[in-house]
Each structure stands twice: as C-alpha cells, then as structure tokens.
C-alpha cells in the first residue's frame, strides 16, 4: 500500500497507493518519462509548469 511498482504490482493496487515508484520496467524498457506521463495522468501538467519555472529562472540569472 505503501509503494506501487509497474513491475511487480497490480493495477488494482495503484489507486490505494501512497507512493509510485517510476522505476524502468525491465519487461518494456520503456524510458522512464515517457512511463511517467503513462502512469501518472498529473505528469504532463507538473512536467510543463517545471519546465515554464525552469525558463523563467533561467531568464532572470541572465539578466534578462
């Protein structure tokens, strides 16, 4: 309940979760972002705001 894992949980646990480990899944090597976005419906949104924050901090170290 604690930890789910793709490789060795059910999906039946997934909602009673608490964590979710995004660990690669040796069975589809399939790379860990793009198992993330899967997974995790939330992903894309927190990936774009991470992503916008990381611009906009970018931007004022340069100055600009």
Same mark, same amino acid.
């Given at each position: 309940? &604690?930890? &789910?894992?793709?490789?060795?949980? +059910? @999906? #039946?646990?997934?909602? =009673?979760?608490? #964590?979710? *480990? !995004?660990?690669? @899944?040796?069975? #589809?090597? %399939?790379?860990? !972002? /793009? +198992?993330? =976005? =899967?997974?995790?419906?939330? &992903?894309?949104?927190? *990936?774009? /705001?991470?992503?916008?924050?990381?611009? #906009?901090? %970018?931007?004022?170290?340069?100055?600009?």
């Amino acid at each position: 309940e &604690w930890l &789910w894992c793709e490789s060795w949980c +059910g @999906n #039946t646990t997934k909602s =009673r979760a608490k #964590t979710i *480990d !995004l660990c690669n @899944n040796p069975m #589809t090597k %399939e790379p860990k !972002l /793009q +198992g993330a =976005r =899967r997974i995790v419906k939330e &992903w894309p949104g927190y *990936d774009e /705001q991470v992503r916008s924050f990381t611009v #906009t901090v %970018e931007a004022i170290l340069a100055g600009e």
